[in-house]
């Protein structure tokens, strides 16, 4: 990263810029107060099954916007490009990765439509607002993420397993982590459990599927909410012929303030 | 109606017996506690049209469940059955009103894709719970629905306009009634507007496009929901070859409790 970059200093537009020019780097801390998006992108003849798998496991796949058929445009960002404007992409073929460029133009098809689905960097802020620490920042590492053994519900050729991210936070702290995060439906709301990982099916805490593993401090409870990594996991488990997503923690940022998905 | 029925004392798995049974009537204040729904059921060809217009429209159309092509079933209510449980339907051909029956088995596809969608129903008992006076209630109307001059975002084939459905209410409440409606984004949340009918190109209250007249008291301000009619306005607009939906005010009862959709 250019030493005049400093994420916390870049707008969301400026980022996607960057980002556009070649820049590929995880997007925790960028352009903060906007919130960030999950992109899955398949062939038009998918899209009813993933929009349908989203509409019925709203907590892990909250939709914030559906793009036409080969429209590289949103409304969530003025100006932004899909192709082009997130760091680095993963390229899915029959449900095994197939390439991770940081541009996405030469696998651009004219059928295929985009789903912009909430992050958790967006609950983050208003946690971290509330006075919950976030240990995964504290200890400068990707929050932790775990298949668990539940089965979202299916919809049409779509299945696969919930993922959950996992946040240690201290036991007085649960109950304002639950609340602040219920206010945010759009961005996976309430957790789906706290303290007891293995009635999520999660053996070992410090082995995480997804993203690093995350110690836990004295009176420390393991908070579990569902994951905008979900889709992807569909994507493995259901092998669509063709799936663009981003690479994990290289979102797609947007010029929607976090604010305006909290609801009361 | 039966002498011995009386709606406030009847479950939901009862009433929809009833109307199963061939009775027909408005259904506002039956099962209290449980939420109604509006139901639009199209072809299966149109499904992701109509999928997409309710994610792009969040607000007029909070999607509570869908169903599988040809499936009369839905986890909001355990057997219920959607082609002869709710008192009267509409049968809608290229958006004219062809049919109003009371039992829908005679018009249902195998490949007919039910949607399920949230009712002010649920957020009214809130706000009488709040101490919000529900005025059209003390009148023993239904609420008052116009259609405004705000287009709906388009979906595929499918595009209409906003309808919204009207309360007055006391100057002092509003604030109460936004406050309490914003907690329940799954049945229309916040108000799209309070105050000034022509900012939503309605030009006379006294004349609803839908529902009844609903006097105002003084003191009152008009506030404006979106309204789950909404979604027969656009089947009206883009006249779709076929569609069944609920006739209004006669809903689909769930045994879904009302305080689900709460949030915080």
Redesign the interface.
């Known amino acids: 990263m250019s030493s005049t970059t400093s994420p916390a200093h870049t707008d969301a537009p400026q980022a996607r810029a960057l980002f556009r020019a070649g820049l590929a780097t995880p997007t925790a801390g960028w352009a903060p107060g906007r919130a960030q998006a999950n992109l899955i992108a398949v062939p038009a003849d998918w899209?009813?099954d993933v929009?349908?798998f989203c509409?019925?496991n709203p907590k892990p796949c909250p939709?914030l916007d559906?793009t036409?058929a080969g429209a590289w445009h949103t409304p969530l960002a003025e100006g932004a490009d899909l192709r082009t404007d997130l760091p680095r992409y993963r390229v899915w073929e029959r449900g095994e990765l197939a390439d991770e460029p940081t541009d996405a133009t030469a696998y651009w098809r004219r059928d295929l439509v985009s789903f912009l689905i909430g992050c958790s960097f967006t609950f983050e802020a208003a946690l971290t607002e509330a006075g919950v620490p976030m240990r995964h920042v504290e200890q400068g590492r990707n929050v932790s993420m775990y298949v668990t053994d539940r089965q979202c519900r299916p919809a049409?050729r779509l299945h696969g397993p919930l993922v959950v991210s996992m946040r240690p936070v201290p036991a007085a702290l649960v109950e304002t982590a639950t609340?602040c995060s219920?206010?945010l439906?759009a961005v996976h709301?309430a957790p789906v459990h706290a303290g007891d990982p293995a009635r999520l099916g999660i053996t070992d805490l410090s082995r995480p599927d997804f993203g690093d593993p995350v110690e836990m401090r004295p009176g420390d409870v393991p908070v579990f909410w569902a994951c905008g990594v979900t889709p992807q996991a569909a994507v493995m488990a259901s092998r669509p012929p063709f799936a663009l997503t981003h690479a994990p923690g290289q979102m797609f940022l947007t010029d929607v303030a976090d604010s305006h998905y909290r609801?009361?």
Request: aromatic residues 6%.
């Open positions: 899209a009813y929009l349908l509409q019925r939709v559906v036409d049409e609340r219920a206010l439906p709301g609801i009361g």
